[in-house]
């Protein structure tokens, strides 16, 4: 990340279990150009299923994040810093071959199936360089679980 976006990123741990199929990620952190922590996270769990192959979209028991952190900054010039690193993104990128295979259905939508998503006590900061007040959002718990309508549309497209 800092040769291709010139940020630095840091991960305490990363725990897979292939029998279960989950990845657990620890201590997420990544910096600004100035040092400045843009985003982190003290865990990201995500638990693959094998249902994947039969329901013809990517199929997961449970994503869950917690302790998720945002700083969202406008500048002067009026872009953000989100902007400044999606645009660092997008010129590091290779240009894509046009006849490429995606997992992509006939509209170009990717198909997804989490039956638990949960984010956990998240905080955004802002600092609005233009506003005269900065604000803050904070998040204790926010769970859904649900199965959603692309199960029944992946079962009766299949049928």
């Given amino acids: 990340m800092r040769d ?10 990363i725990e897979v ?9 620890l201590g997420f952190k990544v ?13 990201l769990f ?10 013809w979209a990517w199929t997961f028991d449970e994503v869950r994040l917690s302790g998720p952190y945002l700083y969202f900054e406008r500048l002067a010039a009026g872009e ?14 290779p240009l894509e071959p046009a006849n490429e295979e995606t997992i992509e259905d006939d509209n170009g939508v ?12 998240g905080r955004v900061d802002t600092n609005m360089e233009a506003a005269s007040l900065p604000w ?11 199965r959603t309508a692309l199960h029944s549309e992946i079962r009766e497209h299949r049928a």
Avoid at 110 to 121: D, F, S
Wanted: proline share 1%; glycine share 2%; aromatic share 8%.
């Fill in 46 to 55: 995500i638990n693959f299923q094998l249902s994947s192959l039969f329901n």
């Fill in 17 to 25: 279990n292939p029998y279960v199929l989950s990845v657990r990620v």
């Fill in 80 to 93: 953000t810093r989100l902007d400044q690193l999606l645009a660092d993104f997008a010129s590091s990128q």
């Fill in 31 to 43: 910096n600004d150009k100035d040092d400045v922590n843009l985003a982190a996270f003290d865990e």
């Fill in 110 to 121: 990717v198909r997804l199936l989490i039956h638990k998503l949960r984010l956990i006590e």
């Fill in 136 to 146: 803050q959002l904070g998040l204790d718990e926010f769970t859904l679980v649900t």
């Fill in 4 to 13: 291709d976006l010139g940020r630095i990123a840091q991960i305490e741990k």
